[in-house]
């Protein structure tokens, strides 16, 4: 992470954008903000070709001038720090080429054989500073499959979510080691509080656009807008609010921005009116947005670092196919789903989830089976016993042999039972 002032900014950008032009290209920075990327080429002194390789990142061996370069490297943390320099503006002297330093955390280690093709640093805006990250585009030998006879058991996954002791719940994972145990697998608590937190932020835009909506509606009526106007299908959706429905925060918000950009479209009274609103709201909405991209950030490395957990140890992995579509709520469906039911959606995010597994699978030429969900959680896995009865209770007992299961535990179990019966039948 490195800040710098607007004015910096501007000037790094202006260089950027003077150099660019010469040589007939197209600066990836935006204009105003400040946002966007720089790419960087990858490429061994004398040869024709991109392509590095892992040790020639680290050592920073690549090109005679490279945009990139290691510095130094921090192993004391839970996840390796690297300190790196990268040149951010054009320039085609040494003194017009400015480079700053930002550290890159390790998340994932690169595959030691793989080939470092090309790579872009990204730079997106964070309040009055920046955030970098570094994506890199590598090219890795395809991984040769286990055979089933290398493979070290099976683990049986059942995904689902729910709320769980004030956690939200992912999925259970058994392994068909008897000596251990189910692990729950829980959503990280700063998403589960950030969606929480979120929900708030959302109630309290809703009451605020409901009332705003209720004195706009009228007065907007009262100024309609030409049909081939740009801007004639916002104004109807808000005239044309039926009787049981609210203005939505979202919907308030954008006709805001328009009224920022158009503050000539309507009269005084309905500007003073929105503005007003604007004033007051338009902060939250932002904060809701930046906390969403913050939850989509950590599940995504929470859920990269537990499905490589999962393949590094070697077992068959099966997993109930669920089309996760059935239970989506869509338009052509009268599916709805409160508001504490698409907050739990979002964070839980098991499509999501289930592509880290088979992505990491496939990279690790890990095996993995889908298999039917029919009866995985009433189907008893002591002795096979339908509980035809059973509906969302969390325990339950089988009628006929009385052992009391757990019912994430028990799917997993029966998923481990259909797992070995593939491993049979492959080794056959």
């Not at 839970?78 to 002297?93: E, F, H, L, N, Q």
């Not at 585009?137 to 002791?165: C, H, Q, W």
Request: glycine share 4%.
């Amino acid at each position: 992470m490195y800040s710098v002032t607007g004015d910096a900014i501007l000037d790094y950008f202006k260089t950027a954008k003077k150099e660019a032009q010469k040589k007939g290209r197209k600066p990836k920075i935006h204009k105003f903000d400040g946002t966007g990327y720089y790419a960087i080429r990858f490429r061994r002194p004398g040869a024709k070709v991109d392509g590095i390789s892992v040790d020639d990142l680290m050592q920073g061996n690549f090109e005679s001038k490279p945009r990139l370069k290691v510095l130094s490297t921090d192993h004391s943390r839970k996840k390796p720090r690297i300190r790196v320099s990268c040149a951010m503006t054009a320039g085609r002297t040494k003194a017009q080429r400015i480079a700053h330093e930002f550290d890159w955390i390790y998340h994932r280690p690169l595959p030691p054989d793989a080939q470092i093709q090309n790579g872009k640093i990204l730079r997106t805006r964070t309040g009055d500073k920046f955030r970098y990250d570094l994506v890199l585009t590598i090219k890795v030998p395809e991984p040769k499959t286990l055979n089933p006879s290398d493979l070290k058991g099976v683990i049986g996954i059942d995904i689902g979510f729910r709320k769980l002791n004030g956690n939200l719940l992912i999925g259970t994972v058994k392994s068909d080691n008897p000596t251990e145990a189910a692990q729950a697998l829980l959503a990280p608590q700063s998403v589960v509080s950030a969606m929480e937190h979120v929900q708030k932020l959302q109630g309290e835009l809703d009451d605020t656009a409901a009332d705003l909506g209720r004195v706009l509606t009228p007065k907007l009526k009262e100024e309609p807008l030409a049909e081939d106007h740009p801007n004639y299908r916002l104004w109807r959706s808000i005239v044309k609010l039926r009787s049981n429905e609210t203005l939505s925060y979202e919907k308030a918000y954008k006709f805001a921005r328009m009224l920022k950009r158009l503050p000539d479209l309507f009269s005084n009274d309905i500007n003073n009116l929105v503005h007003q609103w604007w004033r007051g709201n338009s902060r939250k909405y932002r904060e809701i947005h930046n906390l969403r991209k913050k939850q989509l950030t950590h599940r995504k490395h929470y859920y990269r670092e537990t499905a490589a957990a999962l393949v590094a140890q070697k077992k068959l992995i099966v997993l109930e196919d669920i089309n996760l579509n059935d239970f989506a709520e869509t338009r052509n469906k009268d599916t709805k789903l409160s508001n504490q039911a698409r907050a739990q959606r979002f964070s839980a995010a098991l499509s999501e989830f289930r592509d880290a597994i088979k992505n990491a699978a496939d990279r690790e030429g890990v095996p993995y089976k889908w298999v039917d969900p029919a009866y995985t959680s009433k189907m008893c896995s002591a002795c096979g016993e339908l509980n035809r009865s059973l509906k969302s209770e969390k325990e339950w007992t089988c009628p006929m042999c009385r052992v009391v299961h757990d019912r994430d535990e028990n799917a997993a179990l029966n998923l481990i039972k259909l797992g070995k019966i593939h491993l049979e039948e492959v080794k056959k």
